[in-house]
Structures are given as structure tokens and as C-alpha cells.
């Protein structure tokens, strides 16, 4: 005979079971943001980490490392933008990183206003387009574009631009410089050249991660 307690804990192993699949199933999910971790990652109440897909604030610095340029001010704009509220998330083809972070565009539910579209436009983001098949590119680009050309958020100085040119990568989206080894790997047929960094952003290339060629004067 099944006791009470084994009875009460298949039925919450169940109703988890259940709520994962439906998640991993579901186009949309809606959820209350606990807590802001930077420009572009949150917490809703339900435990789930939400990365913004397509885009990428500059990173916050962490154990006395240095932020890189405007990442306090897109942190904090991105705390008064969604903490407390009901967002919508909408998924496209991948739906976690390699984190276990969600990968979703998110809505405030009071507005309808896309977030990641919001912080393009401010300047307090780039477009990160790994997969060039992503359902909001042509959007992002624009609206990158748009604050590049008002010179406002992380396009307010010029960068440096210490390479005789920089090498693009047409699968990934990356932009590298001339000697980076990931750059190097980089098949003849996917090679692309830009002259400037400004360029490569506004084709909707993000920098590499390795070699940082994006570097403010």
C-alpha cells in the first residue's frame, strides 16, 4: 500500500514534470522579474533565469574587475524598465544557453514594449545574432542602427580602431581581429572584411570575446 507521503510526492514530481514539458512545449511563458542581474539577464519568481535573446549589454565587473563602458547605466535602466512587473516571454528556435538560462524576447505585459528592442534603441545594447535566422534580426539592426547614427549609450565615443582591418565571420555573426586564432578558423567562403569597428557593428557583427577588438578611445 502507497503511504500518504509517497502518494504526495509523486504527485508533486508530476506536476513538475508537467510544468517542464509544458515549458519546453510552450511558444510563450509570463512571469514576475525578482531581481535584475545586469542590461540583459533577470530573474523571474519562478526561479528561471532569462537571458535577452539577441542582444548584449556591456558586462558589469565583478570581484573588483573594472565594468566596461555603460554597463551601470544599462543595468540600471534595465532595473527600472522590468523589476516587479508581469513580462512575456517569447521564444525562438533555441530556448536555453549553455548556462540553462532561458533565451527569450521580452514584453512588458502593462505596455506590449519588447525590452530587448528598448535597449537597442537607447544605445545600451548590441545585437548578438549567432543564429542569422533569429525572428527579429532585421529589427535589431535597425534599431541599432538608429542609435548609432544619434551617437547616444555605448555609440557616445569612437573606438580606437588599431587594426588595419578587421575579419567578420558570416556563420557567427563575430567579429574578430586580424590575428585572433577563433578568427583565423574562419572558412575563406564565411570570411568577410570591415575597415572600422563601426562598420562591423553596423552590419550586425558583435565583437569577439577572446580578442576584443571593440575598444573606446
Known sequence: ?????????????????????????????????????DGDTILLENGERVRYLGIDAPEIGHKGEKSEFMAVEAMKFNIRLVKGKIVRLEFD???????????A????????????????????????LKDPGLRYRKLFIECQREAMKKRI?????????????????????????P??????????????????????FWNGYAPCRRCRPAVYK
Open 93 to 103: 528556435k533555441e530556448r536555453r544557453d549553455r548556462y540553462g538560462r532561458l533565451l
Open 153 to 177: 549609450g555605448i555609440w557616445s565615443r569612437p573606438f580606437k580602431n588599431d587594426e588595419p582591418y578587421y575579419l567578420g565571420n558570416r556563420r557567427s555573426h563575430i567579429f574578430h581581429r
Open 179 to 200: 590575428g585572433c586564432p577563433f578568427g583565423k578558423r574562419t572558412s575563406i567562403k564565411n570570411r568577410v572584411i570591415f575597415h572600422s569597428c563601426y562598420e562591423a
Open 105 to 128: 524576447y521580452v514584453y512588458i505585459l502593462d505596455t506590449g514594449e519588447m525590452v530587448n528592442e528598448i535597449l537597442l534603441k537607447k544605445g545600451l545594447a548590441h545585437v548578438l
Open 1 to 37: 500500500m502507497i503511504s500518504k507521503r509517497t502518494t504526495f510526492l509523486i504527485i508533486i514530481i508530476f506536476c513538475f514534470l508537467a510544468s517542464y514539458a509544458h515549458l519546453a512545449n510552450s511558444k510563450e511563458l509570463i512571469g514576475k522579474v525578482k531581481y535584475v542581474y
